[in-house]
């Protein structure tokens, strides 16, 4: 999930997150174009983007991508159980 690799796991995504990204993604903006994205997409003026404001900069309900993360996650463990058994039985 972009969310995640941009904020790096925590909630919120971050000035320095965000230049790390983009930095690691070979495109090096003007600090003050930065600032002027943040500005834009951080409704509640917390100098960070959370996930429900990036929720909104994609046009994404977020409800929806809370349950769609959800179902992944689910998909996830069972996929990772599923692999856990199979090598079990192997060992037996």
Do not use: N, P, W
């Amino acid at each position: 999930m972009v969310f995640h690799l941009l904020s790096k796991g925590k909630t919120e995504i971050k000035m320095e997150d965000l230049i790390q990204f983009l930095d690691q993604q070979g495109f090096y903006a003007k600090t003050e174009d930065l600032e002027a994205i943040l500005r834009r997409c951080d409704h509640d003026a917390d100098r960070s983007i959370s996930f429900e404001e990036f929720a909104e900069i994609l046009g994404r309900d977020y409800d929806q991508l809370i349950a769609e993360r959800e179902k992944l996650v689910e998909l996830a463990a069972k996929s990772r159980k599923e692999e856990y058994d199979r090598i079990k039985r192997e060992q037996e």
